[in-house]
């Protein structure tokens, strides 16, 4: 099965929408904020994340190059469930909740294959699940950084990190940032990571933590 390319579903469906530059640290969406837009991310990264009535924040989601935030309106969402934050300089596409029905509609073709990505992006999220359940914090961390430099994806992985701070690591995988600290600096020793001017580089070799029973 082919790659869902959502540039090419954009470009050549004509979808009317506009550029939007984000600075790191700006945000999106809020949480409450009305469900109107579909954001496509062209370049950058976006970090998804909720705060329960308690006032307790939860990164939901890592998102980048390639990847859609906010599609939920689709569904039914009248309200954004959560906030949608620029991790590093990010551009991105913003498509017109109605807009984005139009196309759905009218090009069969691309909606079959943009289910089909949305469904992708639904087992990422059982797996998360699944490994924040049942896996220990250092093979959560691992899984995460190797998601993060886009392991396994078809294009080429970027490999190389953007600056991001161990407390937000720390959030992503459910674990304290002492802990988070104590197996970055094992994973440096053994050579699966490595500091670099551009930021963290992860070597595929990382993968044997996650594999590691």
Known sequence: MNTFDAQAFLDSAGVARKM???????????????GDSVIYIQNGGVKLSAVSNAGREAIVAMLGPGDFVGEGCLAGQSLRIGTATAMTPTTALVIDKEEMFRVLHAEHALSDRFITYMLSRNIRIEEDLI??????SEKRLARTLLLLARYGKQDKPQRVLP??????LAEM??????HVNAFMNKFKRLGFIEDGPAGLKINNSLLNIVLHD
């Open 173 to 178: 995988v459910g674990t304290t940032r002492s």
């Open 131 to 136: 490994d924040q359940l049942f896996n220990s």
């Open 20 to 34: 939007i530059a984000y600075r790191r640290s700006e945000t999106i969406f809020s949480q409450g904020d009305a």
């Open 163 to 168: 600056k991001m701070s161990q407390t937000t």
